[in-house]
């Protein structure tokens, strides 16, 4: 067995062998960026599929790892041969939903938002089969439950980034495992400049989001200008800690929105069923620019200290994603990153209705999470900045969702 076979099997994944399950697209004229560095957690390979070349002030970069062999190429999470036996590697949503204790599906009275940037041609194709494979409600344009447009509202879409859907991809999946029956609306940034963003996170609001998940981020340098495009009291606005550990980046940091740092999630043999660690890459630390919430206590941190709460995003412990590979072809993957947390914690909101008082409401429902103590994400002076602790720390917030009620 390989080693990278062995790590799956170790933490319960099927592993499979044979060509890729893939599935033609509409032609596209894709963006060509560049993929992040080769990374490792636990014998897994993966990478940001967001790279950082060329990344300018007031950009962002998506929070997206994918699992890959040691030269950086994707492995696939399933052969061509589908049967019973033959799931996706990585968890799905029913493995998702044991762990953080969501029985409640959502109703279609709520939706939820994902704000991303660039076009993805395919995405209610693919978001059909990942739903389809978990046993998940139908969720089309025909049926009113999906929505796709740019970030002024309207149906002209940007040109495809294949980085860049794929993480919209996993953001699609992660809240339909959460909500299955929340509806979808999917806002298209122009590209990925704070300035797109923003006014996608507007639009979002505008057209009746009750939550909006956003896994992305940056510098906080020059941010201020556009922080108010996550100020919209009532709507629950989760967005990604980031993925280079120890270290705070925009708009996580933002003292309106609900900052989601990172886990890695273990099968064991305690009460719950599962074992969490903060995830070395999740972003943490004290805010440079925005002050400290009223409802934030934490001592070391004279402003805003990210996370709030935490979710599974360590590649090692990945999920199963069906996305694009390139802009003609489709294929079941394995993802890691912040960039899972936020929109799985954003489905979560969607079960409890969306309605939120900014990043308040789990400082009022500490029972209601799952504590993670142990871990870190960098050096801090050994402080629960970047190392886990009991009630607080920087990595996993307050910890992570023990059911609905905390959101």
């Not at 294949?162 to 809240?175: K, R, S």
């Not at 996550?230 to 989760?238: K, L, M, V």
């Not at 989601?260 to 995830?279: I, P, Y």
């Amino acid at each position: 067995m390989s080693l990278y076979k062995w790590a799956l099997a170790a933490l319960g994944f099927a592993t499979v062998t044979g060509s890729v399950s893939v599935a033609s697209a509409a032609p596209a004229t894709p963006i060509q960026t560049m993929a992040g560095p080769i990374q490792i957690s636990g014998n897994v390979y993966h990478r940001s599929v967001c790279g950082r070349a060329g990344l300018q002030p007031q950009m962002a970069r998506c929070h997206a790892h994918v699992v890959t062999d040691s030269r950086g190429m994707i492995r696939f999470g399933k052969s061509v041969t589908a049967n019973a036996l033959n799931a996706p590697s990585g968890y799905g949503a029913a493995d998702l939903r044991n762990a953080y204790k969501v029985t409640g599906s959502g109703s279609s009275t709520v939706t939820v938002a994902v704000v991303d940037a660039y076009g993805y041609p395919n995405a209610e194709r693919d978001l059909g089969t990942y739903r389809a494979q978990y046993g998940l409600p139908a969720c089309t344009t025909a049926n009113g439950c999906f929505r796709k447009v740019n970030q002024s509202g309207g149906t002209t879409y940007p040109a495809m980034d294949t980085g860049w859907a794929q993480e919209t991809a996993l953001d699609l999946d992660m809240v339909s495992a959460m909500c299955p029956n929340c509806h979808i609306l999917l806002v298209q940034a122009s590209t990925a400049s704070y300035s797109a963003l923003a006014t996608a996170e507007n639009t979002a609001a505008r057209l009746g989001a009750h939550v909006i998940s956003n896994s992305y981020g940056g510098g906080e340098s020059g941010s201020s200008y556009y922080e108010g495009a996550y100020n919209h009291p009532g709507i629950a606005i989760t967005v990604s800690s980031g993925d280079d550990g120890y270290g705070v980046q925009f708009p996580a940091s933002s003292p309106h929105v609900t900052a989601v740092g990172g886990t890695t999630l273990k099968r064991a043999s305690n009460t719950r069923g599962w074992a969490e660690t903060v995830w070395r890459g999740a972003g943490s630390g004290c805010s440079g620019y925005y002050a400290k919430p009223t409802w934030q206590k934490d001592g070391l941190c004279a402003r805003r200290t990210v996370a709030d709460v935490a979710a599974v995003a360590d590649p090692y412990s990945g999920v199963a994603v069906y996305g694009p590979t390139s802009s003609t072809a489709s294929a079941w993957m394995i993802f890691g990153g912040t960039s899972v947390a936020a929109p799985l914690v954003a489905g979560i909101y969607g079960v409890n209705g969306g309605s939120v008082s900014f990043g308040h409401d789990p400082y009022n429902h500490l029972t209601s999470l799952f504590d993670v103590t142990s871990g870190s994400n960098g050096s801090c002076g050994g402080s629960y900045l970047c190392t886990g602790a009991a009630a607080y720390d920087g990595p996993s917030g307050l910890g992570t969702p023990n059911g609905p009620t905390a959101f």
